[in-house]
């Protein structure tokens, strides 16, 4: 046999024994189902394709560090620093940001971008999430990243690199000072970080040296701050510990928790009313009394509570619906006005018995 | 592959038809998983290559040249983002990375595959001795039967470029398949 057939033979023999991943065809699949979506919201992206160049010849600097993956490229929407300067979260982040870290006036917006915006609905609806990255001149400038929700404007993630000199990165410092370090950055762009239980330890990482510091509430298992220290970065995270402190399981049925009333009881309002702590408000429910009649050793009226628990649930139907946009107190009456009757039924309800 | 309703399938896809897009993906993987294969070594490199090929597929549809069959304008597509990758994989790694990566890749081709059945060892191991560009060549000739001119085209290379790397191929193939094929060489040199 010529070796040229040979080789036809060997190669097409071989052929059969490459079987194609099944992981490849998923990967693609869904490459695919990306392409369809963004094929349908192409004409809006068009008029933000220009806006995106600019933004581009601004960001090269960052491009080469940005590799996002695909996907998050897609979504999020490139902006300019002169945008990032318009926009209301934007402009009160910069602020913030300005009046605890004076010197990062003199930082250049390198990026900045916002993840979610709806493109096929421009005029409504907000971010998700708005990212601006602020850096100083120089070879070895400062660097900040600020995430923030686009909703409340609270920051809700910050990066900080390269603060401390080169040859002395943040993580070779002593504990004592990594957590100064990280307590003046809670302390200077989220609020106070004295109320709130600190533990630090290191991360099983082979490559680099990583630190991670909790913050929690007292008794709270999930903490409210987290912060990684790793080389010459310091990352703070709002993980806000699960708003307030909250309690699972209001009542009980058969000996069972119950949790059907939990979303209606673990308000905030509700225990500033009440004067009680989640878990008091439990303890006391737990003795078979409702808690309209806890309300009324305390003399408060049964309209009082349910009012106070009706309208932070409209208000949490509103937020949802409406992407937090401000909504007029019509709707707000007209939402109360049908929660009520559930309301009512929770706040009268006592443990043990049925629904 | 029936050129012709390829390309009516492939605008079908582009336009969103998630029907095409599957029956466009059923009648091409298999032949581009296995060219990819041929061309590049490591699996984790072949699956990004194969999303590269077909991403590009829903962006490149303008080059498609009617006169020409559909798995011409096909393996163009796979070549250039085989090439791409190459190119960009050797920018990504530094020098002393690259030498890791490749003892790692020396190390995978070493195992012995479960399904050598039929297959001459001697042939794999010295189609792994081609460079890259001999190799590229040497797949399109004889995996897809393209002539020295359809590959000089499909590489956008002279075809004297083409011979060259064809011949310089063969003979590296000799040497390394041993002596059994030696004394045919001379009488069945044609392509």
Redesign the interface.
């Known amino acids: 046999?010529?070796?040229?057939s040979?080789?036809?033979e060997?190669?097409?023999?071989?052929?059969e024994?490459?079987?194609?991943?099944q992981?490849?065809?998923k990967?693609?699949?869904q490459?695919?189902s990306q392409?369809?979506k963004q094929?349908?919201s192409k004409n809006i992206m068009k008029k933000r394709l220009i806006g995106g160049i600019v933004a581009a010849v601004i960001m090269i600097p960052t491009a080469a560090f940005a590799a996002p993956p695909l996907i998050e490229m897609m979504t999020r929407t490139p902006m300019t620093a002169e945008q990032i300067r318009m926009d209301s979260v934007g402009q009160a982040a910069l602020e913030k940001l300005y009046h605890s870290y004076p010197e990062t006036k003199s930082f250049v917006i390198t990026d900045a971008s916002q993840l979610g915006v709806d493109p096929t609905n421009v005029s409504m609806g907000k971010a998700i999430q708005t990212s601006i990255v602020l850096e100083e001149k120089g070879a070895y400038g400062k660097k900040v990243r600020l995430d923030l929700n686009g909703i409340t404007g609270e920051i809700e993630h910050v990066n900080q690199e390269n603060w401390e000199p080169l040859g002395k990165p943040v993580i070779s410092l002593t504990d004592e000072e990594i957590k100064l370090k990280v307590d003046e950055l809670i302390n200077k762009l989220f609020g106070s970080s004295e109320k709130y239980e600190y533990s630090m330890e290191p991360i099983q990482n082979p490559d680099q040296k990583t630190l991670i510091l909790n913050y929690a509430e007292k008794g709270s298992t999930t903490p409210y701050y987290q912060a990684l220290v790793q080389g010459n970065t310091i990352s703070v995270s709002l993980i806000g510990g699960g708003s307030a402190p909250s309690v699972e399981g209001y009542f009980t049925t058969n000996g069972k928790p119950d949790y059907t009333a939990d979303a209606f009881l673990n308000d905030e309002n509700l225990f500033s009313l009440l004067q009680m702590s989640p878990a008091e408000l439990k303890q006391e429910l737990a003795k078979g009394i409702s808690v309209v009649e806890i309300a009324a050793s305390k003399k408060i009226s049964k309209q009082q509570v349910l009012d106070v628990i009706a309208s932070t649930q409209a208000k949490k139907q509103i937020q949802a619906d409406l992407h937090g946009k401000a909504s007029d107190d019509e709707t707000l009456e007209q939402l109360k006005q049908i929660l009520a009757p559930k309301v009512s039924q929770v706040i009268e309800h006592k443990t043990e018995t049925s629904w | 592959m029936q050129s012709e309703s390829m390309y009516h399938e492939l605008i079908k896809?582009i336009e969103?038809d998630?029907q095409a897009?599957h029956t466009l993906?059923d009648a091409t993987?298999?032949d581009i998983?296995?060219t990819v294969?041929?061309l590049v070594d490591h699996?984790q490199d072949?699956?990004d290559i194969?999303?590269e090929i077909?991403?590009q597929m829903?962006t490149s549809l303008p080059n498609y040249d009617l006169d020409r069959p559909f798995h011409f304008w096909l393996h163009g597509l796979v070549i250039r983002q085989v090439q791409r990758f190459r190119v960009k994989s050797w920018r990504r790694f530094r020098i002393f990375d690259r030498i890791r990566v490749f003892s790692r890749e020396e190390l995978y081709w070493d195992q012995p595959?479960e399904?050598?059945d039929?297959?001459?060892p001697e042939?794999?191991k010295a189609m792994q001795k081609l460079t890259d560009k001999q190799r590229t060549v040497?797949?399109l000739r004889?995996?897809h039967?393209y002539t020295l001119e359809e590959i000089a085209t499909l590489l956008d290379i002279p075809v004297g470029t083409v011979k060259s790397r064809y011949h310089a191929g063969?003979q590296s193939?000799?040497k390394h398949?041993g002596n059994h094929?030696l004394e045919?060489?001379e009488?069945?040199n044609?392509?």
């Open positions: 046999m010529p070796i040229e040979q080789i036809r060997h190669l097409h023999q071989e052929a024994t490459l079987e194609c991943p992981a490849v065809s990967r693609i699949e490459s695919y392409y369809l094929q349908r | 896809m969103g998630q897009f993906y993987y298999r998983y296995r294969s041929f699996p072949r699956e194969m999303n077909y991403m829903w595959k399904t050598t039929g297959i001459d042939i794999s040497i797949i004889f995996y039967d063969m193939l000799r398949m094929s045919r060489m009488k069945n044609a392509y």
